[in-house]
């Protein structure tokens, strides 16, 4: 379970700045393609080490020293109730070597994330279990870590940064058949972006794409990542796709979120993916906003990419996804065949009266819409390869059956 997780987000995407301006007035924030940013807040320092949670994406509510080389870091969500999606994201920076303890103090809900550590942000490996002491139920977690000359991040999951997001989308963006453009901005007025692929064919169908409405869910995001590369690679059936299908996504819909190390909400306390129909938040209303400019025949498929405890896909249920061939039947079964290394469920009843992204769209366009649930410590190198699976599955079978 110890296996290094080597995520390398940002390394190869230090040249990309700016997007060649695909629509007017775009241009990719990409002002950092480190993914440590340094923002303001407070820190505990202690003789040994000091630990603060001042870049992006960290969280922690607060923390008091307990002896040089203890320190407990209380955790706290946005606002509440919220789900159990506990995050955080500290960085140990060294005056001394040795072992040191992290006492992290859940105050709403109990320990989830198996802690990841880094020493640069980038390569993350999962704290062996041996230095995780669970306590009281899961409210007191205490991990034991070594430092060394370096600062050391210990993070719920690996840091999945907006620059991050921004950098994947300016590198697709500098393909020639991408356009890129903002949607719509945060409450804090961040940048939401649209990436858009156009068919060659008249009258074409759409696909749409949506991604991190939840922070946490950083093995959604990698999911995306996977699948949405191979969509824009260079195989001759992305090449065929893409003639013949228009594409739509929104890599991450919470940037705010992302930044503050939220556990699940935005700036406005909403959970995202539970304002699909009242549209109450610029995040969501930006996203709708895309929706709405979806030429006729319209979609012909949503894909909504989630993490939870396992890999599961949220569908309608079965025999009744909008499709006469029954599309998400056929796509889980064809992908199943070739990921015997990712197991994975269907349920087609999750949250059918809740204001999701999946029940809005099938609600709106009778079309399969499905949240793709990836776990949160499902292994990464699975995550990346089968995510492609389902990204050649899938189109083969909207060319099979959708053309
Ligand atoms: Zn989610």
């Known amino acids: 379970m110890n296996r290094i997780l080597a995520f390398i987000v940002v390394a190869s995407l230090a040249a990309c700045t700016q997007v060649p301006a695909p629509e007017a007035g775009t241009e990719v924030t990409t002002s950092d393609t480190s993914q440590v940013e340094q923002v303001e807040g407070d820190y505990c320092q202690t003789e040994v080490f000091r630990v603060d949670a001042n870049f992006s994406a960290a969280n ?22 919220i789900n159990i999606s506990p995050w955080y994201a500290v960085r140990l920076t060294p005056s001394q070597q ?19 550590v880094s020493f640069d942000g980038q390569a993350w490996s999962v704290l062996p279990e041996s230095r995780v002491d669970v306590k009281a139920a899961g409210y007191r977690v205490t991990l034991k870590l070594s430092l060394t000359d370096k600062p050391l991040f210990v993070s719920a999951q690996e840091l999945f940064t907006n620059a991050a997001h921004n950098a994947w989308i300016a590198a697709q963006a500098s393909k020639e058949f991408v356009r890129v453009s903002q949607i719509g901005a945060s409450i804090e007025e961040r940048p939401i972006y649209g990436m858009w692929t156009d068919a060659d064919v008249e009258a074409p169908k759409t696909v749409m794409l949506v991604g991190r409405q939840h922070p946490p869910e950083v093995t959604g995001a990698l999911a995306m990542t996977s699948f949405v590369d191979e969509i824009l690679g260079d195989t001759a059936l992305a090449q065929e796709f893409r003639s013949k299908f228009d594409l739509v996504i929104i890599p991450n819909l919470n940037p705010d979120g992302v930044e503050h190390g939220h556990w699940r909400h935005n700036m406005g306390g909403i959970d995202l993916n539970r304002d699909w129909g009242p549209f109450t938040q610029p995040e969501t209303q930006a996203a709708k906003s895309v929706i709405d400019q979806i030429k006729e025949p319209g979609l012909v498929l949503f894909l909504d990419f989630h993490s939870t405890r396992r890999n599961v896909f949220y569908t309608q249920p079965v025999g009744n996804d909008g499709t006469e061939y029954g599309f998400t039947a056929d796509w889980l079964a064809r992908a199943r065949s070739n990921v015997s290394d990712y197991p994975f469920g269907r349920e087609g009843a999750h949250n059918v009266d809740l204001p999701t992204s999946k029940t809005y769209i099938f609600e709106r366009f009778g079309v399969p819409a499905i949240t793709y649930e990836l776990g949160d410590e499902t292994d990464r190198e699975v995550i990346d390869a089968t995510a492609k699976v389902f990204a050649r599955e899938m189109m083969s079978l909207l060319l099979e059956r959708e053309t």
């Open 98 to 116: 040795g072992d040191v303890r992290i006492v992290l103090r859940y105050e709403e809900h109990p320990h989830r994330y198996k802690p990841k």
């Open 60 to 81: 922690m509510a607060s923390c008091t020293i307990v002896d040089a080389r203890t320190v407990e870091v209380f955790l706290k969500p946005e606002n509440v109730p």
